[in-house]
């Protein structure tokens, strides 16, 4: 019996390997996707997460994709979101697996940004406005979303509304983002606040009292997420 195992577990595990590598989105083999841009080298791997809207979506060269990663344009398929595009991803940019991009105005993500697993970033957000009207049934609001190149986004950190984050910056795990970074931060907490920067003369230090987050403070810092993905 335990050769009859063996056996079948090498079957199964070659036969999954190829799965994955037949299954792989890329320019050389789109499936049915049609993406505005799919970059040269660039890859989606299988198992593919939910993908709709991809004519607004560009994704550049030898950007890699992991596993499970949703990444959606509008409210769902069939959608006319005008000429624009509304998620752009950067070159060499690298995602990591269960991610979710959910874009309804504008995400842009830089080159060589890369992601831990099961990060979550959105430029839309339920309000709670009306407080006799169901949460789910009040309009979202939308406001962009920026990534600078170079950037390190934690394990499950969430990227929310009208976050601007600088360039070569890091986002701690499980970190709740939004407002505007300037370059070369270190944000952590829920909500994110400011922790290191750097300067050329200081080298990485801790941040000068009142920088961080240029965000408005007559309202919460978080709002509930979207749950449209």
């Known amino acids: 019996m335990s050769i009859v195992k063996r056996a079948v577990g090498r079957l199964l595990h070659r036969?999954?390997?190829?799965a994955k590598a037949a299954g792989?989105?890329?320019?050389?083999?789109?499936?049915?996707?049609?993406?505005?841009?799919?970059?040269?080298?660039?890859?989606?791997?299988?198992?593919?997460?939910a993908i709709f809207g991809e004519a607004w979506i560009e994704i550049g060269d030898h950007t890699l994709v992991g596993e499970r990663v949703s990444i959606s344009a509008?409210?769902?398929p069939g959608v006319d979101l005008g000429p624009g595009s509304i998620v752009r991803i950067g070159r060499g940019c690298s995602i990591g697996?269960?991610?979710?991009?959910?874009?309804?105005?504008?995400?842009?993500?830089?080159?060589?940004?890369?992601?831990?697993?099961?990060?979550?970033?959105?430029d839309q957000n339920h309000v709670y406005d009306d407080p006799e009207t169901p949460i789910g049934r009040q309009?979202?609001?939308?406001?962009?979303?920026?990534i600078g190149s170079g950037s390190w986004l934690g394990t499950g950190a969430i990227i929310l509304p009208g976050t601007r984050l600088g360039r070569q910056?890091?986002?701690?795990?499980?970190?709740?983002?939004?407002?505007?970074?300037?370059?070369?931060?270190?944000?952590?907490?829920?909500?994110?606040?400011?922790v290191r920067t750097y300067t050329p003369d200081e080298g990485w230090h801790s941040p000068r009292p009142g920088s961080g987050p240029e965000a408005a403070r007559d309202e919460p810092s978080v709002r509930l997420l979207a749950s449209n993905e």
């Not at 309009?139 to 920026?146: C, G, K």
């Not at 505007?180 to 606040?193: L, Q």
């Open 97 to 122: 697996r269960g991610s979710h991009i959910v874009g309804h105005q504008s995400i842009d993500i830089g080159d060589d940004v890369f992601t831990g697993p099961y990060v979550y970033i959105t």
């Open 74 to 76: 509008g409210m769902g």
């Open 139 to 146: 309009w979202p609001r939308n406001n962009p979303v920026s």
């Open 169 to 194: 910056s890091v986002v701690a795990g499980g970190a709740v983002v939004r407002g505007e970074f300037p370059d070369h931060s270190v944000v952590a907490g829920v909500p994110a606040k400011l």
């Open 15 to 18: 036969g999954w390997a190829y």
């Open 24 to 49: 792989a989105i890329s320019p050389l083999s789109p499936a049915d996707y049609r993406f505005r841009r799919l970059g040269d080298g660039a890859c989606l791997s299988f198992p593919v997460g």
